[in-house]
C-alpha cells in the first residue's frame, strides 16, 4: 500500500478465527473499522454520536491472501482514496506477523445525520480527514 495515513496494531483474538483456526473473515472488516475509528477520533472527527449521526457502510469488500490465526500480531494499514460529497472511500490493508498482505480490502462509508440522512461533509470534517 503507497503510503498509508494510519496503522492500528492487534492481535488476533481465538474468538474471531474459526473451526479451522483461521481468522473468520468478517473479522477483517471489524479490524479494519477499529483502525478507522481510532483515525477519526485521533483527528477530533464524529464517529457516531445519536444526536449527530454517524459513518454506516455502503460498501466493502476484500480480497484473503494468507490465513491469520490466533495470538498473530497483525497491523492494519488504512488510507482514504477518494473523499466525496459525503462520503469516503478507505482502502485497507492487514498485514501478517511477518509483514506480508494478508488482507487486502475497501470500505466506502457515508457521513449521516441522527435521522440516517446523507450529510454533505463540513470543511472542517474534509481538513481533519486530509
Keep these: 500500500m503507497d503510503e ?38 485521533s ?3 464524529l464517529v457516531f454520536d445519536r444526536a449527530e449521526g454517524g459513518w454506516p457502510r455502503v ?4 480480497e484473503f491472501k494468507r490465513p491469520l490465526l490466533p495470538g498473530d ?16 472511500a478507505w482502502e485497507f490493508e492487514i498485514l ?4 506480508e498482505p494478508a488482507v487486502s ?5 457515508v457521513r449521516v445525520n441522527a435521522a440516517g440522512r446523507p450529510q454533505v461533509l463540513s470543511q472542517e470534517e474534509r481538513d481533519a480527514l486530509g
Design 4 to 41: 498509508p495515513l494510519h496503522r492500528h496494531r492487534c492481535v488476533v483474538a481465538f474468538g474471531d478465527t474459526d473451526a479451522s483456526g483461521w481468522m473468520h473473515f468478517p473479522n477483517a472488516f471489524r479490524y479494519a473499522e477499529a483502525a478507522e475509528h481510532e483515525f477519526l477520533r
Design 43 to 45: 483527528r477530533g472527527v
Design 59 to 62: 460498501k466493502a469488500g476484500a
Design 73 to 88: 500480531s497483525i497491523q492494519v494499514q488504512l488510507r482514504i482514496s477518494r473523499i466525496g460529497g459525503a462520503s469516503v
Design 96 to 99: 501478517n506477523p511477518g509483514g
Design 105 to 109: 480490502g475497501t470500505m466506502t462509508s
